[in-house]
């Protein structure tokens, strides 16, 4: 499984999860997520999360 984490606050963005609230769907890519997107926890950018895998 494959999971994204923040650098700072180590919020996890499971693309098989989503975020619902934030009209991003289950299913969706990191990947796919707009460039500007930023963490929900913290507002750091998209280019501070890095990948794990489980």
Known sequence: MVRYVCSSCFYTYDPDEGIPDMGIEPGTPFED???DWICPACGL???EFRKYEE
Do not use: R, V, W
Request: no cysteine; hydrophobic share 15%; net charge neutral.
């Open 45 to 47: 950018p998209k280019s």
């Open 33 to 35: 997520l707009p460039e």
